[in-house]
Nanobody, 115 residues
Framework: QGQLVESGGGLVQPGGSLKLSCAAS????????MYWYRQAPEKERSFLAT???????YDESTVRGGFTAYRDNHMNILYLQMDNSEPDITGVYYC?????????WGQGTQVPVSP
């Protein structure tokens, strides 16, 4: 059974930077597509990015809003880099993958609203 643990959420100033992490275990991370989702307050979870295994150690993908998603297949960690962020990035960010035709979700990491 796969396990995903998100971390790195916290208060960020408008225009600041924040890097979220998702540590994966219990499955062959290097062979699975990974995904980032965001759940804004009072909203449903929305898709952000797909990060394919790729042939490199780091598989980078641009995300709407100026974010960058990438992975470290050597360390089994998925990242979401948020640079020049805006105040509306608040919410809970989840990583997920599809195992046995079922989404495996982490517990999420929260980015509080910024003043």
């Amino acid at each position: 059974q796969g396990q995903l643990v998100e971390s790195g959420g916290g208060l960020v100033q408008p225009g600041g930077s924040l890097k979220l992490s998702c540590a994966a275990s219990g499955f062959d991370f290097t062979k699975f597509d990974m995904y980032w989702y965001r759940q804004a307050p009072e909203k449903e979870r929305s898709f952000l990015a797909t990060i394919t295994p790729g042939s490199n150690e780091y598989d980078e993908s641009t995300v709407r809003g100026g974010f960058t998603a990438y992975r470290d297949n050597h360390m089994n960690i998925l990242y979401l880099q948020m640079d020049n962020s805006e105040p509306d990035i608040t919410g809970v960010y989840y990583c997920t993958t599809l195992i046995a035709e079922t989404n495996c979700w982490g517990q999420g990491t929260q980015v509080p609203v910024s003043p």
